[in-house]
């Protein structure tokens, strides 16, 4: 397909979310319609839009590559999908109604009230770093893609590409925030799982099945086992590790993540959110369970027409789409390319930029938060994260060898590790003090246990960590704020 009319689609694309962007800021854009869309957003919306953005360009690309990868993955992705849903769950009925208790702009304001100020910022600034370096990766994966089979023809160099994204984002974000996102995630959701279908369509066309037919072959091809239960010390597919690491990487990438927990925040109450996360979770669950399909189809495409899986399988489904399917299913596949890594991209610069202004720039503590001066620091703040962004991607782009669907759970766990550790202790074990100025010590402490554990492992106990491996994270968080605490008094209880 010609790199120019994929080209125009992506400016056709972009023109459509810049309009959006002006009908829902051209009467507010305040502070208050940038954080929480002035805390009046529909359910329905918030849980279709919040799709896109759980999903991303990594699910639509990685996914379906890492079935046929040689290591073996296979539908084992599942495994973690199941554990996502036990996590969502726990999000919805612990972490939601805690949050709107408390009527917070900022999830980690929590902490402060719970732990104390430097436990705070400490939480805070894990959430920046953490998130900063998960949408990076996220993005890098659709400007690879773009890089290669649109902007490479014009001789354009991977940064510019990079750059022209991120300016894109800010352009229909930096006014509306929040409130133009709940739109815009709703609509790219809509082409994101139009896509899946679309492309499942479009392969089972060209290899002349229909879909019960695709479906027995998935079901008898070397692609679709679900389940593995052996080799629990040394195997990274095991049940046990897949599940307990999905859990609780979605209660600390979801539940303790200022991104999707900012849109459950900007519902009226609590009813409401928790009807959003239910719903949300359903569609989830389906949804990645067709992801799975696409990525087993492409490979029974690869072999009977004998193309040759790429090394990297990132590039096997856009390999597929943009070359061999026709124009129609090439436009699909960008469009569900384009819209799930945006929707992604756009909510955690906006989640970015709500937690410095809230958890560093005390927003929520002044009175004048939707003075011209605040709007302006809060637009020099959204600029300095599409900064970080930016130089994120590229470091990134240098050194990155694995699947990215690897990478961003990889780095989760050490990251998100310690946020579990911290909104454990304030929930679980309120009744002692923290000695707030070590927490930052140990939260630096525990990922580097993790690290340890995780090269050495193997040779010490005979056993291979994986997505679990954010639990023990929050365990050795855990048990350091309690060998460190002492028992609250009186008055520091009232």
């Not at 996220?138 to 940064?159: E, K, M, N, T, W």
Request: charged share 10%; glycine share 6%.
């Amino acid at each position: 397909m010609s790199p120019g009319v994929l080209l125009s689609f992506i400016i056709g694309y972009f023109l459509v979310l810049l309009v959006i962007s002006w009908l829902t800021s051209r009467k507010s854009s305040d502070n208050d319609t940038f954080f929480v869309a002035n805390r009046n957003s529909k359910w329905y919306l918030v849980a279709f839009g919040m799709i896109g953005t759980a999903l991303s360009g990594v699910t639509f690309i990685s996914v379906p590559g890492k079935v046929g990868a040689p290591s073996g993955d296979q539908f084992e992705y599942f495994q973690f999908i199941l554990g996502n849903a036990a996590g969502f769950i726990i999000i919805a009925t612990v972490l939601l109604p805690l949050y709107y208790r408390m009527k917070l702009t900022s999830i980690y304001s929590y902490i402060e009230h719970a732990l104390g100020t430097w436990s705070y910022k400490t939480a805070a600034g894990i959430f920046l770093i953490s998130r900063i370096i998960g949408s990076a990766f996220r993005l890098y994966l659709v400007v690879i893609v773009l890089q290669r089979f649109i902007f490479d023809s014009y001789g354009i160099p991977f940064a510019v590409t990079v750059l022209i994204c991120l300016l894109l984002i800010w352009a229909y974000t930096f006014r509306g925030g929040l409130k133009t996102i709940i739109i815009t995630d709703s609509l790219q959701t809509l082409f994101l799982v139009s896509s899946v279908f679309l492309s499942i369509f479009f392969i089972c066309r060209s290899m002349h099945m229909n879909v019960f037919e695709a479906a027995d072959a998935i079901k008898n091809s070397s692609y679709s086992k679900i389940f593995f239960f052996n080799n629990f010390m040394t195997s990274h597919f095991h049940i046990t590790k897949q599940f307990i690491g999905g859990l609780f990487i979605t209660v600390g990438m979801t539940g303790l993540d200022q991104d999707l927990m900012q849109k459950n925040l900007s519902l009226s109450n609590i009813r409401e959110a928790q009807k959003n996360m239910f719903s949300f979770t359903a569609v989830f669950v389906v949804i990645n369970i067709f992801f799975l399909s696409v990525g087993a189809l492409l490979y029974l495409y690869a072999t009977k027409n004998g193309i040759t899986v790429p090394v990297k399988t990132d590039y096997l489904y856009p390999t597929i789409a943009l070359k061999y399917l026709g124009i129609v299913p090439a436009i699909v596949f960008m469009l569900g390319l384009t819209a799930a890594t945006f929707a992604t991209t756009d909510s955690a610069l906006t989640a970015l930029t709500t937690s410095f202004c809230v958890d560093f720039l005390n927003f929520n503590k002044g009175k004048d938060v939707n003075s011209k001066k605040m709007v302006n620091v809060r637009h020099y703040v959204h600029i300095a994260f599409s900064g970080a962004m930016f130089l994120t991607i590229i470091v990134f782009n240098a050194i990155n060898n694995d699947a990215v669907v690897s990478a961003i759970f990889k780095v989760a766990s050490y990251t998100y590790g310690p946020l579990l550790g911290l909104y454990s202790f304030g929930i679980f074990w309120g009744g002692r003090q923290v000695r707030d100025k070590l927490v930052p010590f140990i939260c630096v402490i525990s990922p580097a246990i993790c690290f340890y554990l995780s090269t050495h492992s193997a040779q010490l106990f005979g056993y291979t960590f994986d997505n679990e491996l954010i639990l023990v994270n929050g365990l050795i968080t855990f048990a350091g704020l309690l060998l460190t605490s002492t028992t609250k008094t009186k008055a520091a209880i009232a």
